[in-house]
């Protein structure tokens, strides 16, 4: 059974920093472009940041450039997202999502496949 599970959300005040994870089981992460999505209640989900599975490629979205980085560990089966400088409007829930279809860019700007795999999501809170 392929999944992903996210961790590493939380209450942070801005200008905080978290480390989110996405640990992938039931299939390797080697063949996948990774991305972090994070949506609100009453928006449209935005694609955060995504990487790419051949040469370890990146892309942010202008509102976290700079702050966040994607990172992955092919050997732990794992993605990272870490994030700096909080702001109040990174408050969301954050999903990793695995594509063995789509690039990463275009996951990040367009959306992910639908034969791509969700993980359940990890909240992120911040404020003072």
């Known amino acids: 059974q392929l999944q992903l599970v996210e961790s590493g959300g939380g209450l942070v005040q801005p200008g905080g920093s978290l480390r989110l994870s996405c640990a992938a089981s039931?299939?390797?992460?080697?063949?996948?472009?990774i991305g972090w999505f994070r949506q609100v209640p009453g928006k449209e989900r935005e694609g955060v940041s995504c990487?790419?599975?051949?040469?370890?490629?990146?892309y942010y979205a202008d509102s976290v450039k700079g702050r966040f980085t994607i990172s992955r560990d092919n050997a732990k089966n794992t993605t990272y997202l870490q994030m700096n400088s909080l702001k109040p409007e990174d408050t969301a829930v954050y999903y990793c999502?695995?594509?063995?279809?789509?690039?990463?860019?275009?996951?990040?700007?367009?959306?992910?496949?639908?034969?791509?795999?969700w993980g359940q999501g990890t909240q992120v809170n911040v404020f003072s």
């Open positions: 039931g299939f390797t992460l080697d063949y996948y472009d």
């Open positions: 990487i790419s599975s051949t040469d370890g490629s990146t």
């Open positions: 999502v695995a594509d063995a279809i789509t690039t990463f860019q275009d996951m990040c700007v367009m959306g992910p496949s639908g034969l791509s795999s």
